[in-house]
């Protein structure tokens, strides 16, 4: 059985999707997930080593993903921060950061849940705009980070360092994935091409 609307998780998913190709499986999952409220995905810079206008690329990676899904139009796609916060006190506003505010500040008793898959520059900006939502039922989950407690050099974290100090030192509750753990997460060629490529021209783009 489905569950009733109201009892579905509020979620935004902030991914850089055009960065590899894990994001992708993630987006396609989301969408698919019966539980979620989908209220958004917000596109993600990754820096500016393999791309100089890296968040636009992952904003029309997510909109060619849904456009394969028939689905174009009908999941809102709001493009982040273009860029790393310059330091911590001046935010980079963008329509992703406003997403996040709206959502946040809504009179709703279940939590949000904001998913970031790359860099934390969307949700330190929110929260640089808008300081009240460190204090609203907001739960921020980041794939990123190095191993646990001790931290260290890492790929997300990288892209924004001065976004990831701000949310951690915030009150925002924070679940942390880090890479020994995300790293996990694998999967074949071969589990792929049995199990997914035959799923239309979703599968057939995997």
């Known amino acids: 059985m489905l569950p009733e609307p109201t009892h579905k998780t509020r979620v ?14 993630a987006i396609v999952h989301a969408i698919l997930t019966p539980s979620f409220a989908l209220h958004g995905f917000i596109s993600a810079h990754f820096g500016t080593a393999k ?7 992952s904003h029309e990676e997510i909109l060619w993903l849904l456009d394969l899904m028939s689905l174009k139009g009908k999941v809102p796609v709001c493009p982040g921060a273009s860029r ?13 950061s406003q997403l996040i505010i709206s959502e ?7 939590p949000l849940y904001v998913a970031f898959l790359g860099p934390l520059t969307d ?7 808008e300081p009240a939502i460190a204090q609203r039922n907001v739960i921020v989950v980041w794939i990123g980070g190095a191993d646990w407690p001790m931290g260290g050099p890492e790929y ?3 892209n924004d360092i001065i976004a990831a100090n701000l949310v951690f030192r915030s009150n925002v509750e924070l679940w942390q994935i880090p ?3 995300y790293k996990k997460m694998a999967v074949s060629y071969a589990e792929l091409y049995a199990k997914v490529y035959d799923k239309g021209p979703i599968g057939k783009n995997s």
């Open 12 to 25: 935004i998913i902030n991914t850089d999707a055009k960065n590899e190709a894990d994001d992708q499986y």
């Open 51 to 57: 791309s100089a206008t890296s968040q636009n690329d």
């Open 84 to 96: 790393a916060l310059p330091d911590a006190a001046t935010p980079v506003p963008s329509e992703g």
């Open 104 to 110: 946040a500040m809504k009179d709703d008793p279940r």
């Open 123 to 129: 949700m330190a900006s929110a929260l640089l705009e």
């Open 156 to 158: 997300n974290l990288s």
């Open 179 to 181: 890479s020994p753990v």
